[in-house]
């Protein structure tokens, strides 16, 4: 949510600041890791971005916010075939039987 926040406002050098705080607070923090990586793709560092969204997939394999967030980022460095890899990657959601 703070990611959300600060870059919406453009405030990404106050973002940077409470996510290097929230990292240190919680380094194995998974929302936190890929909020990392969203702070740090909107001023283009993405290289950083992805190390931050990497972290989070090594301490979860099945955690989805960092793949988007390493969707983004492979999108706009143009590595078009790369984003697809890592959803296939996940865990299928198990069947439901609830009825509408």
């Not at 959300?4 to 194995?28: H, M, S, W, Y």
């Not at 740090?40 to 301490?59: M, R, T």
Request: some cysteine.
């Amino acid at each position: 949510m703070v990611c959300r926040a600060f870059c919406r406002f453009g405030n990404d050098v106050g973002g940077k600041e409470e996510i290097q705080t929230a990292l240190e607070l919680e380094p194995v923090s998974l929302p936190i890791n890929a909020d990392a990586g969203q702070i740090l793709y909107f001023p283009d560092e993405y290289n950083k971005a992805s190390e931050h969204c990497n972290g989070a997939i090594a301490l979860d394999a099945d955690f989805i916010n960092g793949y988007g967030c390493l969707y983004q980022i492979y999108t706009k460095k143009e590595f078009f075939r790369k984003p697809f890899q890592p959803f296939s990657n996940t865990k299928k959601l198990p069947k439901s039987n609830a009825k509408m």
